[in-house]
C-alpha cells in the first residue's frame, strides 16, 4: 500500500478510534485495530468505487441486496451512538395497517402494535402509507423503525416518543405536522397502558432515552421541535436527515437548572438544515456536542445556540448565511452576560463560512476540552455537498442500490 494512502487511511481511522471507544485506552490495542481496518479495505477495494465520503452509507448503500440483509444497517452507526442496536438481534415485523390507530388496545400490523412489544423488533413496512396517530407512539426498546422499500409518513398527529428505554433506530421515515396529544391513556407494553399527559408535538421526543440514532429521515413543520432530547437522554446520534420548515428545530437538554443533563453526549453529523428554518439547529444545555460535516443553507435567526455551560464542538461544517445582514451570526450564547458565556467551550474548526457567516468562539481552545465532545473524525468542509447529497429519506427500491 502506498506511504500517502496509508496516512490517509491513518487520518481517517485513528481520531474516531480514539475519540469514540473509550474501550481502546492500550495504544497497542488502537495500533491493531487500525490495521485490521486497514486490512478490510484492501478486501473490499470493489467496495469503494462506489464511496460517497458517508461512512454511514458507505456501509450499507452500495448493496443492491440490502432489503434482504437489512439489520446491517445497525452496524453502521456513528458517534455517540454508535451502540444503538435497536431490533437487530430480533425478529422482522411488517407494519401492513396505516389506519385504525388505538393508543389502548393496538390492532396487530399496526405501528403501534409493533413499537410496544417487549422483544426486539425490525420494524417494515408492507407497502407506502401515511400513518396518523391519534396519540404519541411511545416505544418500548431495542426497536427499529426502517421505512427502506416504501414513503412511510408519519404526519398529522403526535408522532414518536421514546421515554426511558433504550436502542433505538429511526431510518427512512417521513415525520412531519405533528401535532400536540390530549390528556389520554396510551399503551408503553403489551402489559402495561397508562395515563398521558398533554404532548409536545415533538417529531422525535426522547426523554431519558439512550442509545439512539435518529437516521436518513425527512422532518418538517411541527407543534415543537423536530428532534429534541431532554432529561438525562444521552448516546445519541442525529445523521443524514432533510430538515426544513420549522422554528425551534432541535432542543438538547432540558432547562438551565437541570444539571441530570451534563452527561448528555449528541452526535449531529451530515444533516442538511435546508429552507424554511429559524432556529436551534441545535440548541444545547450542560452537555457535550459534536456537531460535524452538516450543510447549513438557511437559518433566520441563528444556527447553533446555548446556556448553561455546554462544549460544543462545530467541525467541518457548511454554514450558508442569509442575506440579511442582521443574521449572519452563526452562534448564539443565551441567558448570559458575556462574562460567564465567555468561558463556554465553544469551537469552529475547520468549518466554511460563506456569504458572511461567522461563529464566534468562546472558552478554551486547546483539544483536550473537547474530548468529550468528539466521536467522529471530521471530513473537510469541501466535502460536505457530496456527504449530504442524499440527506432525508431515500428512494430505495427493492433489487437496486439505494
Known amino acids: 500500500m502506498a506511504p500517502s494512502f496509508l496516512f490517509l487511511l491513518l487520518t481517517v481511522f485513528l481520531p474516531s478510534l480514539i475519540a469514540s471507544s ?140 421514546i421515554q426511558g428505554v433504550t436502542n433505538i433506530i429511526i431510518h427512512g421515515i417521513h415525520i412531519h405536522d405533528c401535532k400536540q396529544g390530549g390528556n389520554a391513556m396510551v399503551r408503553d407494553s403489551p402489559q402495561h397502558y397508562g395515563w398521558r399527559t398533554i404532548s409536545d408535538g415533538d417529531g422525535v421526543s426522547i426523554f431519558g432515552g439512550s442509545h439512539v440514532w435518529v437516521d436518513h429521515c425527512s422532518l418538517s413543520n411541527c407543534k415543537d421541535g423536530l428532534i429534541d432530547a431532554i432529561h438525562g437522554s444521552t448516546a445519541i446520534t442525529i445523521t443524514n436527515n432533510y430538515m426544513t420548515h420549522h422554528d425551534k428545530v432541535m432542543l438538547l437538554g432540558h432547562s438551565d437548572s437541570y444539571t441530570q443533563d451534563k452527561g448528555m453526549q449528541v452526535t449531529i453529523a451530515f444533516n442538511h438544515f435546508g429552507e424554511g428554518l429559524v432556529q436551534r439547529m441545535p440548541r444545547c444545555r450542560h452537555g457535550y456536542f459534536h456537531v460535524v460535516n452538516n450543510d447549513y443553507t438557511h437559518w433566520e435567526m441563528y444556527a447553533i445556540g446555548g446556556s448553561a455551560d455546554p462544549t460544543i464542538n462545530s467541525q467541518g461544517n457548511r454554514f450558508l448565511a442569509p442575506n440579511d445582514r442582521f443574521s449572519k451570526e452563526v452562534t448564539k450564547h443565551e441567558d448570559a452576560p458575556e462574562s460567564q458565556w465567555k468561558s463556554w467551550n465553544w469551537r469552529s474548526e475547520g468549518d466554511l463560512m460563506l456569504n458572511g457567516a461567522c461563529f464566534t468562539p468562546s472558552g478554551a481552545g486547546a483539544s483536550s476540552s473537547y474530548a468529550k465532545a468528539s466521536s467522529l473524525g471530521a471530513r473537510p468542509s469541501s466535502l460536505v455537498s457530496s456527504i449530504t447529497a442524499g440527506a432525508g429519506s431515500l428512494n430505495c427500491r427493492k433489487g437496486s442500490h439505494c
Open 22 to 161: 473509550p474501550t481502546l485506552k492500550d495504544p497497542e490495542l488502537v495500533v491493531q485495530e487500525v490495521h485490521r481496518k486497514l486490512n478490510a479495505s484492501r478486501r473490499k477495494l470493489g467496495f469503494l468505487s462506489c464511496n460517497t465520503g458517508n461512512p454511514i452509507d458507505d456501509c450499507w448503500r452500495c448493496d443492491s441486496n440490502w432489503e434482504k440483509n437489512r439489520q446491517k444497517l445497525a452496524d453502521c452507526a456513528i458517534g455517540f451512538g454508535k451502540n444503538a442496536i435497536g431490533g437487530r438481534d430480533g425478529k422482522i415485523y411488517v407494519v401492513t395497517e396505516s389506519g385504525g390507530d388505538d393508543p389502548v388496545n393496538p390492532k396487530p400490523g399496526t405501528l403501534r402494535h409493533a413499537v410496544i412489544q417487549d422483544e426486539p423488533l425490525w420494524i417494515i413496512f408492507a407497502r407506502d402509507m401515511v400513518i396518523q396517530l391519534k396519540e404519541e407512539l411511545i416505544m418500548n426498546s431495542y426497536k427499529t423503525i426502517d421505512g427502506r422499500g416504501a414513503s412511510v409518513h408519519i404526519a398529522n398527529g403526535p408522532c414518536i416518543t
